[in-house]
C-alpha cells in the first residue's frame, strides 16, 4: 500500500520504518528541514534497538523516503496516517493544535479528482479526536475520505519488536464514516503481515479506540505507583517487597509485569496520559480519583532517595560527591522525559553535591537540556565505573543491564 506518515518524531518514525519493512511504499512528511536532512543522510534522530538498521535498508530501497511536501504525500497515499505531539495543555489535556492543523492541511489538498483516503489519528489524542479531526478536513474537502483511530502501544526500547509482532491492533471508526467495511477492511488489510501469528485486531467505535490507549498506559502507571506504596510499607513494617512482588505476581489474575518498585515513571507516555486521562475525567464529569493518586505517589518516589541519603550524610551535601549511573527514564533508550533521574541530579546539586554522571546513550540528551546551569558540580563520564572515581556514594537511577 501507499502511506503517508505526518510527523517524524518517535512514533512516526517506528511506524515509518515497519510499514516500510513489511512492503508498504512510505512517504514520511516533516516541516523540519534540518531534520530531514539528517533523515536523508541516514541518521536517527532517537535510540531504539534494531530501528537502524531497518531504517537504512528501507531507506537504501526507497521504501521510505523523507519529504516537507505535504501535497506530494496526500496525492502518493491511501492511508494518512498523524503521527504528531499532542503536548500536555494548561489543564493537562492534549493540546491538538498540530493534529487538527495537520487535518485542516489535508481538507485543502482533497480534490474531486483525489479519491478515498483514510485519515489515521496515531498519536495519542484525547476522546472526541476523530470526530474533530473529521470535521476540520470536511471544511474544505471535495473527496471522499473516512477517519479512524489506530492508537499506537510502542514501549520504548522493544519498539520495533511491538510493532512487528503486537499482542493486538486496535482501529476505532468514527461515526460519521461514509463506508466503515471499506475503511475497516482497508485497514484489516494494511495490518494482516503483522498479525500472522494470530494476535487480534480489535475494531471498535473511535472513541473507545481513544480511550483504550489512555486507559491502558494509566492502568500499567498504577500499577507502578501500587507497587512503589507497597515498598514504602514494606520498608516501614519489616517486610521485603521484593518477597511479596513474587508472591503475589505469581497469581494469574495479576502477573508478574510492572510490579517492580523504584524511582516512579517517566518517559514520554505514562505521566502525560496519566494527567490527558484524569483532564478528561473532569471534562465530562467522572473524577478519576485513583489516577490523582498515581501521579501523586508517583512525584513523591522521585525523590524517595533523598531522605536516605540525608540520613546518612546530613541535609547539607557540600564537598560530597556523588556516582549517578542512568539518566534515561529507562534502559535500551535515550529518551530523558520526565526521568527520574533528572529530579535526583537536581536533587542532589541544590543540596551542594556534585555529581559524575553516566549513561550508555542519554548522556549528550542531558547536556543538551541542562547546558551550563549546574557549573562544575556536574561533570559526564565515559564509563561507568569511572563515575565512581572519588565518590562518595552511587546512584543507581535506570535499570541498564551493564549496571547489573
Known amino acids: 500500500m501507499k502511506l503517508a506518515i505526518i510527523g517524524t518524531g518517535y512514533v512516526g518514525l517506528v511506524a515509518g520504518v515497519c510499514f516500510a519493512e513489511a512492503g508498504n511504499d512510505v512517504v514520511a512528511v516533516d516541516v523540519n528541514l534540518e531534520k530531514l536532512a539528517r533523515l536523508r543522510n541516514g541518521q536517527l534522530p532517537i535510540y531504539e534497538p534494531g530501528l537502524e538498521h531497518l531504517f537504512a535498508r528501507n531507506a537504501r530501497e526507497e521504501r521510505l523516503v523523507f519529504t ?21 495543555g494548561e489543564n493537562g489535556g492534549a493540546d491538538l493544535k498540530y493534529v487538527l492543523g495537520a487535518a485542516r492541511d489535508i481538507g485543502r489538498l482533497l480534490k474531486s479528482d483525489s479519491g478515498y483516503k483514510i485519515i489515521v489519528t496515531k498519536s495519542t489524542v484525547p ?39 503486537p499482542e493486538r491492533v486496535v482501529i476505532g471508526i468514527g461515526d460519521g464514516s ?13 495490518y ?38 507497597i515498598a514504602t510499607l514494606c520498608e516501614k513494617c519489616g517486610a521485603d ?32 496520559d496519566v494527567q490527558a486521562l484524569i483532564a478528561t475525567g473532569e471534562e465530562f464529569g467522572a473524577p478519576q480519583a485513583i489516577l490523582e493518586a498515581t501521579e501523586a505517589i508517583n512525584a513523591r518516589q522521585k525523590t524517595t532517595l533523598i531522605p536516605r541519603i540525608e540520613a546518612h550524610f546530613g541535609a547539607d551535601l557540600s564537598g560530597k560527591t556523588f556516582a549517578l549511573w542512568g539518566l534515561a527514564f529507562k534502559p535500551n533508550t535515550d529518551d530523558i522525559r520526565e526521568a527520574p533521574a533528572l529530579v535526583i541530579l537536581d536533587e542532589l546539586i541544590s ?21 551550563d546551569k549546574y557549573g562544575d558540580k556536574l561533570c559526564f563520564v565515559k564509563r561507568h565505573y569511572d563515575a565512581c572515581d572519588g565518590a562518595d556514594a552511587l546512584v543507581i537511577a535506570t535499570e541498564w543491564p551493564k549496571f547489573r
Open 178 to 190: 461514509p463506508d466503515p467495511h471499506r475503511a475497516e477492511n482497508t485497514m484489516r488489510e494494511l
Open 241 to 272: 517487597v521484593d518477597k511479596v512482588r513474587l508472591g503475589i505476581g505469581v497469581d494469574s489474575r495479576i502477573g508478574r509485569r510492572f510490579l517492580f518498585a523504584g524511582t516512579g515513571y517517566g518517559g514520554s507516555c505514562f505521566p502525560k
Open 68 to 88: 516537507d511536501d505535504l501535497a506530494h504525500a496526500v496525492s502518493h497515499s491511501e492511508i494518512i496516517f498523524l503521527a504528531l505531539p499532542t503536548p500536555p
Open 351 to 371: 543540596r551542594g553535591a556534585s555529581v559524575r554522571a553516566y549513561d550508555p546513550e542519554a548522556a549528550e540528551a542531558v547536556q543538551r537540556q541542562v547546558g
Open 127 to 165: 476522546v472526541g479526536t476523530v470526530d474533530k479531526v473529521r470535521a476540520a478536513i470536511a471544511e474544505n474537502a471535495q473527496s471522499e475520505f473516512d477517519v479512524v483511530s489506530n492508537p499506537e502501544f510502542l514501549r520504548e526500547g522493544v519498539a520495533v519488536d511491538d510493532f512487528m509482532k
Open 192 to 229: 494482516r503481515p503483522f498479525l500472522l501469528s494470530g494476535n487480534p485486531l480489535l475494531v471498535m467505535d473511535a472513541r473507545s479506540a481513544e480511550i483504550t490507549k489512555y486507559a491502558a498506559n494509566s492502568m500499567l502507571a498504577l500499577r507502578i505507583s501500587f507497587m512503589n506504596d
